[in-house]
């Protein structure tokens, strides 16, 4: 077989000898969500290397942010990672408040965090459908999706948009809670705990489902702290780092909520603390809707925003940590905004991951990280 | 071999919960609907294609002062303009959406001081026809005529839009 | 018919051949319309169990959506891989045609209507489940795509597996009917329903249906086909018409082997009031029904998990079900 000569200049998989197979778990690929193109260097079943290749959905997003004021490039942080559009927008926006001194507004606050927390959901959910997708379970997928779909509901009403919403703005968000967005949301946990049981009963329980993802893709503590690794595959190899926890913003500090750990560093880990995550949101969201206070849901943003400094807001996603850093020189555009994109830094551990496992297990492990090519190439 | 009998089992009982929750599931009711025979109903404030707006008269409330042009963030919005020798007011010639770069993000709606533009609910835009999903001004005022919804002023409420009553196939 | 044949003062010989010819195109007319409807009743149960209504577009209640499906499939441009192995790419369809169409031979739709009511029955079905795996090596290798390979070689070391289990559990129904023709258990089975098999091998009926499954190759054993992981597997390159053929060939496996199911452990076509032929559909669609159940609720065995079931679960169980059989039998007298 001849070496591989498609990488780019990077130093490609070790030649491989006679019995090695060269698959390429290419840009089309029903399971690898998005177009993200696997190199997988194989021994009958087992792999041996793994390496991903990107930039499929390169879009010059930070390129772009450089030529736009700031109101203006929100729409586009929305479109990174699409599936967690407002946690998308968040360090963005905290970024250019801090530099600009502009001060958030109590209501406005308490609003982003339920927002993040429902988006947060959301994501979940599709991640879950996906996951299940990918193991056969086709049918939890339709299941998550019919959750998924009221959840967007909500946000049709709240923002104008169901999925990519230009919410979060300088200052505050764009517009207030709709009456009657309270009791939506409280039918909507209520009946997500329900369904929470089904999914559990579906799948978690599921022996087969337990065989395909225990022990596989296992990712120390070490490891994952080594590569930068954050959310929950960090926090499924046991490392308890929260962002929201370890350098609290917004209102986070006057919520109770717990920080679902792993007990070892595999798929089953970083399912189980993803699954609970679901009920620390819904514990965030009930707090913060019966705390919110009557108010401003925006703050008086300067007319003319010129950024000055530089600065780095982050945030936790429903895949990790997201940052931005905002440069600013003076002038209404950014200087130079850089995104650091979670599931960037966990692509790199897909080849310690994937050393030794079967390709069945490839899918549950790209599963496990879940990846969003938005945020991965921007 | 007892531990392969127990697999066996706690495989089946696992299984046989699984079932019992798809079985479950047969008898709740669909939740999908037959489109496009039946549509959902979007709520007020979606966004949709921005389209113009006129006044009571049937003339555009839009001057012409480029200020949804600015805030677009993709520059999708093109507008040509002269000044009437007569009146001495700015006369929209041309006032181009390109939907296909539209982002439908409302920052246009909100940039407007004079409430001329609004996202309607119009999202059924797909066309075999690329340079038809360039809306002209006529394309846009005729949607926003159809408005069945009072507009309100922007800045009463941030989440503004109109709905055209019935089907946004209609376009 | 065959006296009718006779009666026109044709050689004996002919009538038989012309007879058998008449039975070859009818079962095959038969598999045909059955995967018809049980496409469609696999669609409409996927769509119930997702809270969804399924096909319903196409005649009332989607009934000709299949029929436009393969009209759809007839019609496509016929692609071979250009570095394909031509003759066995073109053979694999019918060689695995030809293994699905091959076990409706032994299969009894009436007491004692077969195709063809073997003394061997139990045996000849054991042998002719051997072809498709040889079907599925061709496909696989022909495409000249290593994903189609890995799936072949995937479905190769399943469907051998598990056809060891099969036929063990086989064997015990021989014991049980004291014959291995497929009329003599059925009438083992006689008189109502604490005769059926599936009491005393209930354990034989676990091991029947999952190696039946596997054999099916449908889920949770559907690895070969697994669309989310490698595309299609040994079907990826192929399209159109060939492509249904493989997709046709399933659904007859499948419905074989739940037909078997029923005959052997829920006592085959037989039944109160209604006549036999429709009490053989009629529990036959039923296994079906619970296939289809499975499939969408259980997800993927992988490789390796499904070949210890194989050989260090069922195997041995298989072996302590024909033990615990041979006793229930010198037992029963």
């Known amino acids: 077989m001849a070496q591989t000569s498609d990488t780019l200049g990077s130093p490609p998989l070790s030649v491989p000898v006679e019995h090695e197979l060269f698959i390429n778990m290419g840009p089309q690929h029903p399971s690898t969500h998005g177009v993200l193109r696997v190199l997988l260097k194989v021994d009958g079943e087992v792999i041996l290397d793994a390496k991903p290749d990107i930039g499929y959905l390169h879009r010059c997003f930070e390129k772009i942010a450089e030529r736009r004021p700031v109101t203006q490039i929100i729409p586009y942080c929305d479109r990174t990672d699409y599936l967690a559009a407002i946690t998308s927008e968040w360090p963005f926006v905290m970024a250019a408040e801090r530099l600009l001194n502009v001060e958030v507004p109590e209501r406005a606050e308490y609003i982003r965090v339920i927002v993040a927390e429902l988006q947060r959901i959301a994501s979940h959910l599709l991640w879950f459908g996906a996951f299940a997708l990918d193991l056969g379970a086709t049918s939890a997928f339709l299941y998550a999706f019919r959750e998924r779909e009221k959840l967007l509901d909500i946000f049709q009403k709240l923002t104008g948009a169901r999925m990519l919403y230009n919410y979060l703005r300088v200052g505050g968000v764009r517009n207030d809670l709709y009456d009657g967005f309270a009791d939506d949301v409280h039918r909507f946990l209520d009946d997500l705990e329900d369904k929470l049981d089904e999914y559990h009963r579906l799948l978690t329980g599921n022996r087969i489902f337990e065989s395909r993802v225990k022990g596989i893709g296992v990712v120390t503590a070490e490891q994952a702290i080594a590569y930068g690794a954050s959310g929950p595959v960090l926090r499924g190899a046991g490392v308890p780092y929260d962002v929201r926890k370890a350098h609290p913003y917004s209102v986070y500090d006057r919520f109770e909520f717990g920080v679902p750990v792993g007990p070892s560093g595999d798929v089953y880990s970083r399912y189980l603390v993803r699954m609970q995550e679901f009920y620390e949101s819904m514990k965030i969201i009930r707090q913060a809707l019966d705390g919110i206070p009557e108010g401003e849901f925006m703050g008086k943003p300067p007319r003319r925003m010129r950024l000055e400094g530089d600065t780095y807001a982050r945030v936790e996603s429903p895949r990790g940590e997201v940052g931005v850093y905002l440069v600013g020189n003076g002038g209404e555009n950014p200087w130079r905004c850089h995104y650091r994109s979670p599931c960037f830094v966990h692509l790199q551990l897909l080849g310690p991951m994937a050393k030794g496992a079967l390709i069945a297990d490839m899918v549950a492990i790209i599963g496990s990280i879940d990846i969003v090519m938005g945020e991965v190439d921007r | 071999m007892l531990r392969g009998l127990a697999i066996l089992f706690s495989g089946l009982r696992t299984a046989l919960i699984g079932m019992a929750v798809t079985l479950r599931n047969m008898f709740r009711p669909t939740v999908t609907i037959q489109y496009p025979e039946e549509q959902l109903d979007v709520p007020l404030g979606y966004r949709g294609l921005p389209v113009l707006l006129s006044d009571e008269e049937g003339n555009l409330k839009c001057v012409s002062c480029h200020l949804c042009e600015r805030a677009c963030p993709v520059d999708c919005i093109e507008i040509q303009d002269h000044r009437d020798e007569q009146t001495r007011r700015k006369v929209v010639d041309v006032f181009n959406i390109d939907a296909t770069w539209c982002m439908y993000c409302g920052l246009c709606v909100e940039a407007c001081p004079f409430d001329a533009l609004a996202m309607s609910d119009q999202y059924e835009l797909a066309s075999y026809d690329l340079p038809s999903l360039v809306f002209t001004k006529e394309q846009l005022a005729e949607i926003g005529r159809r408005a069945v919804t009072p507009t309100v002023n922007i800045r009463e409420t941030q989440n503004f839009g109109i709905k055209t009553g019935g089907g946004a196939r209609r376009r | ?333």
């Open chain 3, 1 to 333: 018919m065959y006296e009718w044949l006779l009666g026109t003062g044709m050689h004996p010989s002919l009538a038989n051949v012309i007879l058998g010819l008449a039975k070859a195109v009818l079962i095959i007319t038969f598999l045909a319309t059955s995967a018809l409807i049980l496409i469609l009743m696999e669609r409409k149960v996927a769509g119930r169990i997702q809270n969804r209504p399924g096909p319903n577009r196409l005649g009332p209640g989607g009934m000709f959506q299949t029929l436009a499906d393969a009209i759809k499939l007839v019609s496509k441009e016929d692609i071979i891989p250009s570095g394909a192995d031509k003759a066995v790419y073109l053979l694999a369809p019918v060689v695995i045609m030809a293994a699905s169409t091959a076990l409706w031979v032994v299969v009894p739709f009436g007491p004692s209507t077969a195709v063809q009511d073997l003394n061997i029955g139990l045996i000849y079905i054991a042998a002719v489940t051997g072809i498709n795996v040889l079907a599925f090596l061709m496909a696989g290798w022909s495409s000249n795509n290593k994903w189609s390979l890995l799936g072949s070689m995937r479905s190769a070391a399943q469907l051998v597996s598990y056809e060891v289990a099969l036929v063990l559990s086989l064997v015990a129904i021989g014991m049980m009917a004291g014959s291995l023709k497929l009329s003599d258990i059925i009438a083992a089975q006689q008189g109502g329903i604490q005769n059926w098999f599936i009491f005393p091998q209930m354990l034989g009926f676990i091991i029947f249906f999952i190696a039946g499954l596997a054999e099916a190759n449908r889920a949770p054993f559907d690895l070969p086909e697994a669309e989310s992981e490698l595309v299609a597997g040994y079907n990826t390159e192929y399209s159109g018409f060939r492509w249904a053929v493989f997709f046709l060939a399933e659904y007859a496996n499948l419905m074989v082997f739940s037909a078997l199911t029923a005959t052997f452990f829920l006592g085959g076509p037989a039944g109160p009031l209604l006549p036999p032929i429709v009490w053989f559909f009629i529990k036959t669609y039923a296994v079906i029904f619970v296939a289809m159940w499975i499939r969408w609720t259980l997800p993927r065995i992988r490789i390796d998990h499904l070949m210890n079931l194989g050989w260090y679960v069922l195997i041995p169980l298989a072996l302590i079900n024909l033990g615990w059989t041979g006793l229930y039998v010198l037992w029963r007298g």
